[in-house]
């Protein structure tokens, strides 16, 4: 069954740099999404992404955020000028077109660890 | 904004045991979701419903639109079904809104 895979599994990344999370999605699904859950927390949502542009973001995804398609099956987030506080996991995911509304199928995620 | 809850927060139950985990949301939904996330973080799709009833294996996923709440039962527990159980909404661009999670220990 497809898969939809992310790398690193880990990052450990110092305060202050830039850290990019790779995902690539299921290869005919056109509606991609970034959470992230902190630590003991419930997962949240940062953005959603088709036809090339952001459809929908969160307050959480602000200008420290930004993603991209690059190639056409690379989906990736950018963090810039990490914060102790952007330590969560990371969890990719992405759907079909078909019909109305479709699970959404998640990667297993990027443990990000700032220092 | 949607609230989703659910109840209880953490469940421990011996093998064999008929578990329900509820799920209750504040605004309107198109669907709802059941996730399992594994110990080590991952999550997997159990259910997307609108309405009544679904079934697929020894998990049972209902939901009452009028009612606003879902539940997801699990028959014939077995120590493997250990795991969080999340419930999430769908939002206007098919984000989901999650729910904190329910943590299921299933002792042998």
């Known amino acids: 069954e497809p898969e939809v895979t992310q790398t690193p599994s880990h990052q450990v990344t110092q305060m202050g740099q830039e850290v990019i999370l790779r995902c690539v999605p299921i290869?005919?699904?056109?509606?991609f999404y970034w959470y992230r859950q902190i630590l003991g927390q419930k997962v949240e949502f940062l953005v959603s992404?088709?036809?090339?542009?952001?459809?929908?973001k969160s307050e959480i995804f602000d200008d420290q955020f930004s993603v991209e398609r690059p190639d056409g099956s690379n989906f990736t987030l950018k963090i810039r000028s990490t914060k102790l506080e952007d330590s969560a996991m990371y969890f990719c995911?992405?759907?079909?077109?078909?019909?109305?509304?479709?699970?959404?199928?998640f990667g297993d995620g990027t443990r990000l660890s700032i220092l | 904004k949607n609230e989703v809850e659910q109840s209880p927060q953490n469940l421990t139950a011996q093998e064999g045991e008929f578990i329900t985990i509820n799920c209750s949301y504040s605004?309107?939904?198109?669907?709802l979701h059941w996730l399992q996330q594994h110990p080590g973080g991952g999550i997997v799709s159990l259910f997307m419903?609108?309405?009544g009833k679904k079934k697929h294996g020894r998990l049972i996923a209902t939901i009452n639109i009028q009612e606003k709440h879902s539940s997801l039962h699990i028959t014939a527990s077995h120590p493997r079904d250990s795991a969080v159980y999340i419930c999430?909404?769908?939002?206007?661009?098919?984000?989901?809104?999650f729910g904190k999670g329910t943590k299921l220990s299933v002792k042998p």
């Open positions: 995911a992405s759907r079909g077109m078909t019909g109305g509304n479709q699970p959404q199928h």
């Open positions: 290869s005919n699904h056109l509606y």
């Open positions: 992404f088709y036809n090339n542009e952001i459809s929908e």
């Open positions: 605004v309107g939904i198109s669907a």
């Open positions: 419903l609108s309405s």
């Open positions: 999430a909404v769908g939002g206007s661009q098919g984000n989901l809104i």
